[in-house]
């Protein structure tokens, strides 16, 4: 089987002449065509072919490529196609493109001469490491995360909880507690699956959320819920095994199954969820291995999916035989309404893994999650788990389950609920002072995000890196949706800023959104269609 993945595979189609460069109206130093019925992504197409011409030396060191718009009608393809093709030349050291100033060929990266190493020289890493763990982490993350670094900079892009804040006083006690009583115990192997206590209290709660209840040994103890994610992946998936995820999603999700090898099918997402019924057109001709949603205040977009939907997502999965992981870790976080039942709820046949997590009520520092599922499911994630890091810690353990049993947790949590609430009103409320008819949002009634899509024809990308010049970030919309759209989309966060910092961020957001609007109208009234060189 070919794989279409890498750049240097679609380039040896292009030599080869699986996909055409006939001439275009691009004129004759820029001859692109794109076949829209190839299983090669268009932008890898367009890639191919520039890199092509860059390597040839028919767009010579120097030469500006056209605009992403000018290139984008040209081939009647999204804007945010052209994007990422350039991004990826960009990457590869073979273009430099700068906000307003457009993308200039650098010319091919020279060839060293192969000669014998000399002794002592270090070993090369980057050659040994597998192409789909190179890419795991985006470009687009990679900035954020060197920008959200920087002093001064408002983060809003951050999903991490801010702890600094919060009433410690009955936790602290309860840590106390548990190190007074529970001495070397602590220091002691865990069995591999978890305390049995804890797991039965787990266990318990779930019943409460209206599913029947599990017994203890269903119930998996995790080192957080990205490390449930990581086995089931490994339990479940193949190379080249096909996954259905919302559109967008979880970025963290994405790179587990991209680690694996999976093809992500995207399913588009609304105020109420997965969209069910492009779900089962999708499954009607594809042979899904795995279903993983996040139906309560959905990262990104915040959306919780209906009573209606779960039920109907259930049925599809019993339809075509195929597991759900339903990823509960906001479930906890509602502000304004109840929540329907969990999918796994009316599950009677033993389709829905559960996953849960106490990170986003207690803090980063507490890495615990869980995994609900049948036992065959259990005993097998068990020992990948025992394979990955043997067993989880003892007093992280003990100190969540005095938490729990002892109603700390419960108190601990309404002061959460109230606290993010006001957080994200405060960001709802600067959103409508300072941005209206800029950018669109749904209100989210829980969780720690507000999706936005831009009303102007603006990148997200381009606001980010005009946005941390004024001192805030946020996470572009493509960071999230499994082929790389999204370009008119952008992710904020309350998890972390304060509510002065909440509001002043989104007033520094607003002033750089109105720059480029004026500078794009600028640019759009100059543009005219000279021949490209």
């Keep these: 089987m070919i794989s279409f993945g890498s750049p240097l595979a679609v380039y040896k189609l292009v030599k080869r002449g699986y996909i ?17 019925d190839s299983r090669v992504p268009v932008y890898r197409q367009i890639e191919a072919q520039i890199r092509t ?54 010319g091919p990266v020279p060839r060293q001469e192969e000669a014998e190493p000399p002794a002592g020289m270090p070993l090369v890493w980057t050659g040994l490491i597998r192409s789909r763990v190179r890419g795991l982490q985006s470009l687009v993350v990679r900035r954020v995360a060197d920008l959200a670094s920087r002093p ?79 086995l089931v992946a490994q339990l479940l998936l193949e190379p080249g095994d096909a996954v259905l995820v919302e559109s967008p999603t979880y970025l963290g999700a994405l790179e587990v199954f991209r680690a694996i090898g999976a093809r992500l099918i995207g399913v588009p997402v609304d105020s109420q969820g997965m969209h069910v019924k492009a779900a ?68 009677e046949g033993g389709y829905v893994l559960y ?37 989880p810690g003892n007093f992280v353990q003990e100190v969540v389950y005095e938490l729990l049993v002892s109603g700390s947790f419960d108190i601990h949590l309404e002061w959460v609920r109230r606290a993010y609430a006001a957080r994200r009103d405060t960001m709802l409320a600067a959103l409508e002072q ?51 759209r999204g370009e008119q989309f952008l992710r904020l966060s309350f998890a972390h800023a304060s509510l002065e910092e909440i509001t002043e961020g989104i007033r520094r957001l607003a002033k750089v959104a109105r720059r480029l609007e004026k500078r794009e109208r600028q640019d759009t009234s100059v543009e005219t269609d000279r021949p490209i060189v």
């Design 152 to 230: 001064g900079i408002i983060s809003l892009a951050t999903g991490v909880p801010e702890v600094t804040s919060s009433p410690y006083l009955h936790l602290e006690q309860t840590v106390q507690k548990v190190i007074t009583s529970g001495q070397r115990a602590l220091l002691q192997d865990s069995p591999i699956a978890g305390l049995m206590p804890l797991r039965a209290e787990l266990a318990r709660r779930l019943a409460m959320k209206g599913c029947s209840k599990p017994s203890a040994s269903q119930v998996l103890i995790l080192s957080g819920s990205q490390q449930g994610l990581y």
């Design 355 to 391: 996953l849960g997590s106490l990170s986003p009520v207690l803090g980063p520092g507490f890495r615990l999650g869980w995994l609900v599922a049948p036992l065959a499911v259990i005993e097998p994630l068990t020992a990948l788990r025992q394979a990955m890091d043997l067993h």
């Design 434 to 484: 300072y941005m209206p008819g800029t950018i669109r949002w749904q209100p989210p009634q829980g969780g720690f995000y507000v999706w936005c899509s831009l009303e102007r024809p603006l990148s997200s990308r381009d606001l980010l890196e005009e946005a941390a010049e004024e001192g805030v970030v946020f996470v572009p919309g493509e960071a999230f949706f499994p082929d790389g």
């Design 20 to 36: 055409k460069m006939d001439d275009s109206i691009l004129g004759p130093k820029m001859q692109i065509a794109i076949e829209r």
């Design 53 to 106: 011409l860059i390597l040839e030396g028919r767009l010579p060191k120097g030469a500006r490529l056209p605009s992403e718009r000018i290139l984008a009608r040209h081939l009647g393809v999204n804007r945010t196609t052209v994007v990422n093709a350039y991004r990826e030349l960009s990457a590869d050291g073979l273009v430099k493109g700068r906000v307003g100033h457009g993308t200039i060929v650098l």
């Design 280 to 347: 089962e057109q999708i499954m009607s001709r594809v042979n899904i291995r795995l279903i993983y949603t996040i139906p309560n205040f959905q990262n990104p977009t915040g959306s919780t999916m209906s009573a209606e939907r779960r039920t109907a997502l259930l049925a599809l999965a019993q339809r075509f035989q195929v597991p759900i992981l339903e990823d509960d870790l906001y479930g906890e976080l509602f502000y304004d309404v109840s929540l329907p039942a969990p999918i796994r709820a009316a599950d």
